[in-house]
C-alpha cells in the first residue's frame, strides 16, 4: 500500500545546529515533493517545492534534497534558531503530476536556545 | 495580502446535527483541497476539485459528507449527521495545479 513516513519522535536539536527531517515513500512516483512548515493552531505554509528531476533546492537556510532511487526527501535547517521550532510536513504529488497532494504525519521540531 | 477564508473558526455541535463548513479560495486559484487533522491521522486528503469539477473524493465517507464548489469563490463541506469522531480540524487549501498549496486557518469541529 502507499505510505509516506516522517519520524514521529520529536527532534530535539541546540541552537545553531544543523536539522535534517526525513520523508520516506513508497509505492509512489511522484513529479515533485514539497516542504510545508506548521504552528500550532494554524494552517501549514509552503517553504520548498523540488520536482522528481531536481536533486537539491536551496532558501536561505533551507536545503532539500530529493532521491527518487531511494524515494526518500531530506529537509535540512541549517544554523537553526529557537523560531524554527515547529512541525514540518512533507507532501507528495501522487498520483504523479494530477495535483493531488497528500501529506505525511509531519515531525516537530525544537530548537533550544 | 491574498488568503483562503475559512468560516467558521470553531464549532461546537451537537450529535446528528448538520455542519457546513465554507472556504473562499484566493482569486485566481483553480484547485482547491479540503483536509481533515487530527493526531491520529494527521492530514488526511477529503477531496479536491479543479475549475470547481470534483477530481477526486476518495477520501470522503460518503454516506455523511459530501463537497461542492457552488462557484468559483465558495466551496462547502458538509456533514450530516455529525458525529463525534468527526470531531477534527478542517483545512481548506487552494492553489494553481502543481504548485505550492495555500491553507486556511482550519475549522474545528467539536461535536459532543
Known amino acids: 500500500s502507499q505510505k509516506i513516513e516522517q519520524n514521529s519522535e520529536a527532534l530535539n536539536i541546540q541552537e545553531g545546529k544543523t536539522a535534517t527531517l526525513t520523508c520516506n515513500y513508497t509505492n509512489y512516483s511522484p513529479a515533485y515533493l514539497q516542504w510545508y512548515r506548521q504552528d500550532p493552531g494554524r494552517g501549514p505554509v509552503f517553504l520548498l517545492l523540488i520536482r522528481e528531476n531536481e536533486k537539491e533546492k536551496r532558501k536561505e537556510r533551507l536545503k532539500v534534497t530529493f532521491d527518487t532511487t531511494l524515494k526518500q526527501s531530506l529537509f535540512h535547517i541549517t544554523a537553526s534558531q529557537p523560531a524554527d521550532s515547529a512541525t514540518y510536513l512533507c507532501?507528495?504529488?501522487?498520483?504523479?503530476?494530477?495535483?493531488?497532494?497528500?501529506f505525511g504525519q509531519g515531525t516537530t521540531l525544537q530548537v533550544k536556545p | 495580502d491574498a488568503r483562503v477564508t475559512q468560516t467558521p473558526r470553531d464549532k461546537v455541535t451537537e450529535m446528528g446535527q448538520e455542519v457546513t463548513m465554507r472556504c473562499q479560495p484566493i482569486l485566481g486559484h483553480n484547485t482547491v483541497f479540503w483536509y481533515r487533522q487530527t493526531m491520529m491521522q494527521g492530514l488526511e486528503l477529503l477531496a479536491y476539485f479543479r475549475n470547481r469539477a470534483p477530481l477526486d473524493d476518495s477520501g470522503m465517507p460518503k454516506d455523511r459528507f459530501s463537497a461542492e464548489m457552488p462557484d468559483a469563490t465558495l466551496a462547502t463541506l458538509k456533514i450530516q449527521p455529525s458525529e463525534p469522531r468527526d470531531s477534527a480540524v478542517y483545512f481548506c487549501?487552494?492553489?494553481?495545479?502543481?504548485?505550492?498549496?495555500?491553507f486556511g486557518q482550519g475549522t474545528r469541529l467539536t461535536v459532543v
Open positions: 507532501a507528495l504529488s501522487a498520483p504523479s503530476n494530477t495535483g493531488k497532494l497528500i
Open positions: 487549501a487552494s492553489g494553481q495545479p502543481n504548485t505550492e498549496a495555500f
